[in-house]
């Protein structure tokens, strides 16, 4: 791909997370300009492009795709509908922005991955958490050794979604669709995970919803993981808890722990990191340098990291990440964990 400086011209294909969180986070970036945005229909696609300042709206993704207004692609649609876009974007010669989970199979995402590296072509998967100041700060601490050697993670992740609080049944809340709480949530933390502690080498889970819950999808996640070097971790995910918002990291070395914590109903912002250390005695506030709770969603500051990096690979060629090839990776996780679920038995990753 050759290196350019010219304004991206992007356009998105999605109304929801599209619209309130992409649009904004790409555009906060002077590179870019949002030139189109497609939706299921002509007329919501024009009303919603009308609101937002789009000058081009399309009722196909079909036609986005083909627009001469548009150099490059973001997809925020069900999983299940995301591989086919994907594929015909990169066959028009334009770079893709891809929410996660990409797909609802790991063979659907390997089609996608084996496109992506024949097409050579940017491309970037929405995992948000790596972006937030503080679990960057975590990620320095652990790596040089703050908490002696690793032992074990403590995962609690509790919120109330909009689906589960009101009963409603869409792609979200069917795991065939790539829905479910599995795949829509914790599909973030086996790449967060990853990313701070090094590859997963086998899990143990198992999936839940409440007993009056006549819907597909699971609500509740449990699972034990051993990673390669030897860490183990417990995590516990439920998204159908009333009135509660509580994400907490704990990591345990030989030395002390590191919490990070968030009370917040922001998925993103509101993060506290604090460590305790056996010299120390007791736990204590880690000061983050950069503020990252500015008043704006969350998710917006976040996803405009990351479309930044895209926009640089796209401008300069050089790869960033993370890529098609991380969202493979936990796609495979995902189906792990179901595979053990329906077993009811360890998996080897």
């Known amino acids: 791909m050759q290196a350019s400086t010219a304004p991206v011209r992007i356009g998105v294909v999605g109304i929801g997370y599209g619209q309130q969180v992409l649009v904004p986070a790409f555009r906060s970036d002077p590179r870019c300009d949002i030139t189109g945005i497609a939706a299921s229909t002509d007329d919501r696609a024009a009303n919603i492009a009308q609101q937002i300042g789009v000058p081009h709206s399309f009722g196909d993704w079909r036609a986005l795709i083909d627009s001469p207004h548009v150099d490059a692609v973001a997809i925020s649609v069900p999983p299940a509908l995301q591989p086919e876009i994907f594929g015909a974007a990169l066959a028009n010669g334009k770079a893709v922005f891809c929410e996660k989970p990409l797909g609802n199979s790991v063979a659907a995402v390997a089609t996608m991955a084996e496109a992506a590296t024949k097409a050579n072509l940017p491309n970037m998967v929405d995992f948000l958490f790596p972006e937030i100041p503080a679990w960057i700060k975590t990620k320095t601490m652990l790596d040089s050794g703050a908490i002696g050697p690793l032992r074990h993670v403590d995962l609690h992740w509790s919120v109330e979604t909009y689906a589960n609080k009101m009963g409603l049944e869409s792609w979200k809340t069917r795991p065939d669709d790539g829905g479910g709480a599995l795949s829509n949530f914790f599909s973030q933390s086996f790449f967060y995970l990853e990313w701070l502690l090094g590859p997963i080498a086998r899990l143990s889970a198992t999936l839940i919803k409440a007993p009056d819950d006549d819907r597909p999808g699971e609500t509740v996640v449990t699972m034990t993981l051993v990673f390669r070097s030897g860490i183990s971790a417990t995590a516990t995910l439920n998204t159908a808890a009333p009135l509660t918002h509580s994400h907490r990291l704990m990591v345990h070395g030989g030395d002390g722990t590191l919490v990070l914590?968030?009370?917040?109903?922001?998925?993103?912002?509101?993060?506290?990191?604090?460590?305790?250390?056996?010299?120390?005695?007791?736990?204590?506030?880690?000061?983050?340098?950069?503020?990252?709770?500015?008043?704006?969603?969350?998710?917006i500051l976040a996803a405009a990291k990351l479309g930044s990096r895209w926009l640089d690979w796209i401008q300069s060629g050089e790869p960033a990440s993370p890529t098609i090839q991380d969202g493979l990776r936990v796609q495979r996780l995902l189906e792990a964990a179901r595979k053990s679920h329906n077993s009811g038995g360890w998996v080897d990753i």
């Open 261 to 299: 914590e968030n009370m917040t109903a922001d998925y993103v912002t509101g993060f506290k990191l604090s460590l305790g250390t056996r010299e120390a005695g007791a736990m204590q506030t880690i000061e983050i340098p950069e503020d990252f709770a500015n008043g704006a969603d969350g998710r």
